[in-house]
């Protein structure tokens, strides 16, 4: 069973970087096909999809936070990670990291990638 | 980029009630489309992709369907745990797999 714990800081000063880090157990992260996923949700409202990256250690991020994001990750670790810079009060948000997949037709055409399993989920604050 | 839009927004109903959710996209996604349960406090749990595959270790009481632009979620006999908040999220369109802005299942 596929498990991500995600961990760091719970209060960040606006201006600062934010960085967390997610720990993978119960699998490989440099496993084909898996794409490791930051998403967040702002208190109370609806998921927000960051990027993600791949255990080759390409990445694809967000349009709305590309300049302010970067991730990164640690194979030998089974740990990927999210930074996220220049903060304000609007990056408050639960960040979850999961695991996306691949699927696939009959034919081997990539149909689309799914979120399979999530971890937890960890509060993030930012203010001074 | 392509928006989704879910309805309704909210809903109340009883265990045992018969419930459906739309999910629609602001453009032909085929059946790129997944369904997530969100439990309050907790992470999503995915019940469905590709429209209608449901996935591992979900009970059979959810089933979904639809294609192009319109999607639905229904869920057969509404248990407790079943009491929370429903999101969808398009899996193959680039710039960013977006998700819905959720439907909420309360107690009536």
């Known amino acids: 069973q596929v498990q991500l714990q995600e961990s760091g800081p719970g209060l960040v000063k606006p201006s600062q970087t934010l960085s967390l880090t997610c720990t993978v157990s119960g699998g490989s992260i440099s496993s084909s096909g898996h794409y490791w996923t930051w998403i967040r949700q702002h208190p109370g409202t609806g998921l927000e999809w960051i990027g993600y990256?791949?255990?080759?250690?390409?990445?694809y991020y967000n349009p709305s936070l590309n300049s302010r994001v970067t991730m990164s990750v640690d194979t030998s670790r089974d740990q990927f990670s999210l930074n996220l810079s220049s903060v304000t009060a609007a990056d408050t948000a639960v960040y979850y990291c999961a695991r996306g997949e691949d699927y696939y037709d009959s034919r081997g055409s990539r149909l689309g990638q799914y979120l399979d399993y999530w971890g937890q989920g960890i509060l993030v604050t930012v203010s001074s | 980029d392509i928006q989704l839009t879910q309805s309704p927004s909210f809903l109340s109903a009883s265990v045992g009630d018969r419930v459906t959710i739309t999910c629609r996209a602001s453009?032909?996604?085929?059946?790129?489309l997944a369904w997530y349960r969100q439990e309050p406090g907790k992470a999503p749990r995915l019940l469905i992709y590709a429209a209608s595959t449901l996935q591992v270790g979900v009970p059979s009481r959810f089933s979904g369907s639809g294609s192009g632009t319109e999607f639905t979620l229904t869920i057969s006999s509404l248990q407790p745990e079943d009491f929370a908040t429903y999101y969808c999220?398009?899996?193959?369109?680039?710039?960013?797999?977006?998700f819905g802005p959720g439907t909420k299942v309360d107690v009536k």
């Open positions: 453009q032909d996604i085929s059946n790129s």
């Open positions: 999220q398009q899996l193959n369109s680039y710039p960013s797999f977006t």
């Open positions: 990256i791949y255990y080759s250690g390409t990445t």
